[in-house]
């Protein structure tokens, strides 16, 4: 008899303490699942806002230094390339190939100065030498999007000026290397008009961020969902 009320007793805690962590980690979930839900809908918000500025009639900059469009906004530039000045970023991979983005100075009339993302070269056409018909020397216009620094996470690489080794585009370190003047703080990813001789290839230097916290919103409710069930199961077999 005193067995059996031990082993009860035992069992009777035993219950309550599964049922405390069964509730905690209940809680848990649901109160991710929210967050994930609520970052969804900051993320949807961000992409439908950066849509919208791609979709505005491009904005003309005659000044580039007094000028300070919006990221993502679309703009033109107008200008002479400093050819002798451009700057390899990579690695960069397109469709499974190795290269890199071409950073080229372009120079108004007034001697400002706008950097601009000329697009995607393969290695083995790093070498301007290699791609002479693209290394226009006439003004020319160019249609792209502004590009402006952001804070780099943890994880990033910074780019050696001393090394010539660029990760991601910066104005001014790249105005201070390559001796420049006058360099507006912002940057040109230039669109996918095509090039001479076919290199570099524009408009692959904007993307749109990812969005799979949808994804994520199942799975923490749906995780909770199950805990729930095999909760109700338990308790269900145990007063029987």
């Known amino acids: 008899m005193t067995n059996d009320v031990t082993f009860q007793s ?49 904005l003309q900059i005659s000044k580039p230094l007094s000028s300070k469009p919006e990221a993502f906004r679309r703009v033109v530039a107008r200008g002479r390339f400093l050819h002798d000045k451009e700057i390899f970023v990579g690695p960069r991979s397109f469709r499974g190939s190795p290269g890199g983005h071409i950073i080229t100075p372009l120079k108004y009339a007034s001697g400002e100065i706008v950097l601009v993302d000329r697009g995607w070269v393969p290695e083995a056409r790093r070498d301007p030498a290699k791609r002479p018909e693209a290394q226009k020397q006439r003004a020319v216009s160019i249609v792209g999007t502004a590009g402006w620094p952001r804070k780099l996470n943890y994880f990033e690489h910074l780019n050696d000026p001393q090394k010539n080794q660029w990760f991601r585009v910066s104005p001014t370190e790249m105005a201070a290397k390559q001796k420049l003047q006058r360099v507006a703080a912002y940057w040109v990813v230039a669109d996918a008009s095509p090039n001479p001789g076919g290199f570099p290839l524009g408009g692959g230097g904007i ?14 409710y749906g995780m909770a969902l199950g805990l729930l069930v095999l909760s109700i199961v338990y308790w269900w077999q145990g007063r029987r």
């Not at 219950?15 to 967050?35: D, H, N, Q, R, Y």
Request: proline content about 3%; overall charge positive.
């Open 207 to 220: 993307r749109m961020p990812t969005n799979n916290h949808l994804q994520y919103v199942l799975t923490w």
């Open 10 to 58: 035992l069992s009777g805690r035993t219950g309550k303490g599964l049922a405390v962590v069964a509730f905690g980690a209940f809680c848990v979930l649901i109160v991710m699942g929210t967050w994930q839900l609520q970052r969804l809908t900051w993320k949807e918000g961000l992409i439908a806002d950066r849509q919208a500025k791609l979709a505005l009639t491009p």
